[in-house]
């Protein structure tokens, strides 16, 4: 016989095994049932941090402090007039065309490729934007007055050896010369992308950028510029933005946004109660960027007879009050549950590493009420 404490200790100790093996495999199918609410597919795991574009800051940095009273629309991009709840920042993954017969002209020739295959079926696109961006902007700014020509082919058709051929199967986007390299330029990819969603359809851009600009005065190109142009591959930025509206989460609902925090009273009436969810603490602090938690809060309370506005009840609520003050063992009371709710923003990394500012519904309890 094992003395009572070894034996109590070893049951205790196989119960607290099974109950972890049960709240573990709990915890995992919770877990991405949230991550699929979530629209992943599995939980990230980053390779490298990518850093977070200043645009998905900057926007998460205003939905973080609304400035409005009224409704704002969860499922709008403010910022750029859009409808949308997902803003994705995709990486160029295009590499550079080096051509045979060197062109003094052309500073280079590189394929944009932005693989959009992560968005998910449900999702339109109604907004992408391009953005080129020169890295550099020391001293070459001083070569004032004098142009780079830009042209951004669509490629139709990749050639056999699977380039982008040159003549017929590609279409001329964009032309257009720039003379500061220490400015962004955007361009309005929506049409284009849209096609991008069908991935066998992505065969990307094309991009040339060359010295001397559309005007003929090619002749006057100085040594420096020369030397500009032949390094402007080294400095070179380019993204794509790409606004989605993801229809499983927005059902064309307005809500009003806010960061409710849940006054505590003593009273035992049906109530929102603060709750704050940090997301380290769910072993998410390595994937989700910010917010690091956040107050979701959670309905707990009494919902007795009567039933009054305050607690936001249904008529069906209010019957079955009554129905319970006559006969407490039969019915119960109606359930202190969630009445509204509002949306929160997170900026994260997505399996592919992009970085992605989405917009969630249904996040934070603002309101209760006895259904
Ligand atoms: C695009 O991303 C998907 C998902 O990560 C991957 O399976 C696919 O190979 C990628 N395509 C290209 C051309 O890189
Ligand atoms: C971008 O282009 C699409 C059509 O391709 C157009 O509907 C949309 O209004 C354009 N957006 C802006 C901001 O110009
Ligand atoms: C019911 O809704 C009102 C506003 O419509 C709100 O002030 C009140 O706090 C809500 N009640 C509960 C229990 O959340």
Redo the contacts with the bound molecule.
């Keep these: 016989m094992w003395p009572l404490s070894v034996h109590a200790s070893f049951r205790a100790g196989l119960a607290w095994a099974l109950l972890s093996a049960i709240l573990g495999m709990d915890l995992s199918l919770q877990e991405s049932l949230l991550l699929k609410s979530l629209g992943l597919s599995a939980k990230p795991s980053p390779k490298t941090a990518v850093p977070v574009p200043s645009v998905l800051w900057r926007i998460f940095q205003n939905r973080k402090t609304p400035t409005n009273k009224g409704l704002e629309d969860a499922c709008k991009v403010e910022e750029?007039?859009?409808p949308g709840n997902i803003i994705r920042v995709f990486a160029d993954q295009g590499h550079f065309i080096h051509s045979r017969q060197p062109q003094t002209l052309l500073c280079l020739q590189k394929r944009l490729y932005f693989n959009l295959s992560v968005l998910e079926e449900g999702e339109r696109l109604t907004?992408a934007q391009l953005e080129i961006k020169f890295s550099h902007n020391s001293y070459h700014t001083s070569s004032r007055g004098q142009v780079f020509g830009l042209r951004l082919y669509q490629t139709a058709q990749l050639s056999l050896r699977g380039m982008p051929s040159r003549e017929h199967s590609r279409k001329l986007l964009v032309e257009q010369s720039f003379a500061q390299l220490h400015k962004s330029l955007l361009f309005?990819?929506?049409?284009?992308a849209k096609d991008w969603q069908t991935y066998s359809k992505n065969l990307g851009l094309v991009l040339e950028i060359s010295v001397g600009g559309g005007d003929g005065a090619s002749a006057l190109v100085s040594w420096g510029l020369q030397s500009l142009c032949a390094s402007i591959d080294s400095f070179l930025d380019t993204s794509l933005l790409v606004v989605t509206l993801s229809r499983q989460q927005c059902k064309a609902s307005r809500r009003r946004r806010s960061t409710y925090d849940a006054p505590i009273t003593p009273s035992n009436l049906c109530k929102p109660r603060r709750l704050y969810i940090s997301f380290s603490d769910v072993g998410w602090e390595n994937w989700i960027i910010a917010p690091q938690g956040y107050m979701a809060n959670y309905c707990l309370g009494e919902c007795p007879f009567p039933l009054t506005a305050e607690l936001n009840s249904t008529n069906h609520a209010i019957l079955q009050t009554m129905v319970h003050s006559l006969d407490p063992e039969g019915t119960p009371q109606p359930c202190c549950v969630p009445v509204r709710l509002s949306p929160i923003s997170i900026l994260y990394y997505d399996n592919n590493d992009n970085v992605v500012l989405r917009h969630y519904e249904d996040m934070v309890v603002d309101e209760c009420g006895c259904r």
């Design positions: 750029f007039n859009v907004m309005n990819l929506s049409g284009v």
